[in-house]
Each structure stands twice: as structure tokens, then as C-alpha cells.
């Protein structure tokens, strides 16, 4: 088993954004979209994000982040990168918003823009095609956050017959306004990393991110 | 017809999430796909669900779309001909 290195931390709650441990947004008021404030927050420039439902908001935030210190610009093509995400809901947010277009036979219009969202893999999608990511993209969907689960997919994503060094990896979870978000940047190469990637690594940046009660 | 392309205008910035634009951003004669506005396919079906839901004008086919969805003036022109609702 080769070793994996942990170079870029994004963790999104409810209402915090972090990156690398350091505290970028708080979300202002609870009425508030807040994927659309964490956009505008990081004056972001990419007219498609509005499209999207929320899961792929938060993936596309946090990928933003992830992706901000790889070196290269999000349009060079990455052919030894992967994206491969977790979650517990699919895209059940955004399924919830396409039921409401078919609901009433007397104002049946269901929404094509809302309907291409009803896939939880999308956000890979979206990512990869954000950042020109050609290596593998899979979405899992797994009953809870487990950092050994993400340990196997990491294992499994690193292809060495394929040349896959550097991967997106994480939770990207989003429903009916909770938002539970991990994603790591992490590669085989040591240098400039901010950790060895391990179960308790994983398990510290997610509790990072924990509401205290 | 200025109203009707006014409104249109607000129609295609709210259904097809364009939120960084305004009606003032969007000219009445510049082509909606391609170089235009930019829009997708995805975005044309949406449009034909906006002619149906808003103007009861039922498109037989996706093709229609292309003359119609020339410009948001003639897309005006046609649901001014043939609205129902």
C-alpha cells in the first residue's frame, strides 16, 4: 500500500467554511442561501454555479478551494487526477425539488434544469469539468461518514496502471439546508504536504468541523 | 411589445438561473445560444417549458425552438402571435 499525503483541507458545515484549518466564512443569517453567500464570499467568477443544484454547489466550493494551491491553473488538463466523492442523501435535495415541478397535475411542468441534477455523481461532473480532471470519477453512497470507508476508496482510487497520482477525495453532502462537507486534496507525492494521510488524520479534520452543543 | 420583451427578459433570468444578469445585461436582438447569452440545451428545454407554462404555447417539436429562440425579440413576436394564456 503506498502512502498517501494530505495537501489541502475544505470543510463546510452548516455555517462555517474552512480551508486548511483557517476559518474563511460565517454564514451571516440562517435565511440566507448559503452556498450562494460562500460564492460571493470568495468573489468567485464561474456564471454556470448558479445552475447548479446545492450538492453540486458545495462540491464546486470546496473543489474550488482544494484545487486553489495545486500549482496549475483550472485549465490545464489533468489526465493523473481522480474525483471521487461520499455522502448519505445522493442528490435527495435536489430530488425533493424536482417532486415539487410534478406534484400538481394541474400545473405539471416538470423542470429539465432541475431534472439534470437528480444524480448524485453529477458534482464529480461538474468538478472535473471545472479543473479539466481526466482520470476517474465515482460517487459513492454509504449509510454514514466513516474515515476508513474513505481510506478503501482513496485505495482503491490511486491507479497506478493509470497513472493516477493526485486526487479529490471526500464528503459532499447537502440536505434541505444542512450541509456536511470534508473534501481533501491529497497525493502520493510527500513534498509540501500538510499531513500523512490516515484514519485519525481524516477523523480530526471532520470533528474539526463539529457543532459543540 | 417593450413590456412583453421586459417581462420575458425577468421570465429567462429567473428560470434559468441567471442571477448575475439583470434585463438591462440582456439585448433584445443578440442570439440566446452560441455567442449570445451563452445558453445550453438544457437551457433551451427549459425554455420550451417557460412557453408552455407562462404563454400556453405548446411547441410540437424541439426544433421549432431554433427559429424562435433567435433573439428575446422574437421570441417576443412569436408568443405575441400565438399565446393562448
Redesign the interface.
Known sequence: MEKKYIHSVVRITNNQLMHNGELLLTRSAEDSSWP?EMYRGLHLQY?KF??MDNLCKVGFLAAELAMKDVGVSPETEKPDFSVLLLNSTSSLDNDISYQQTIADETNY?????VF?YTLANIVTGEIAIRHKIKGETSFYIQEKFSPATLSDVAELGFMPHKGIREMLIGWVDFLEDKCDVLLFRISVNPENSISEWTDEEVSRWYEAGVQKK | MDSLILELKEEIIK??????MTPEDIDSDAPLFGEGLGLDS??A??LI?LM??NYGIKLANASEGKSIFQSVRVMAEYISKNRTK
Do not use: G
Open positions: 450562494v456564471p448558479f445552475k411542468f416538470p423542470s429539465p434544469a439534470v | 428560470s434559468l438561473n441567471l442571477e448575475e438544457i437551457d428545454l427549459e417549458v408552455e407554462r
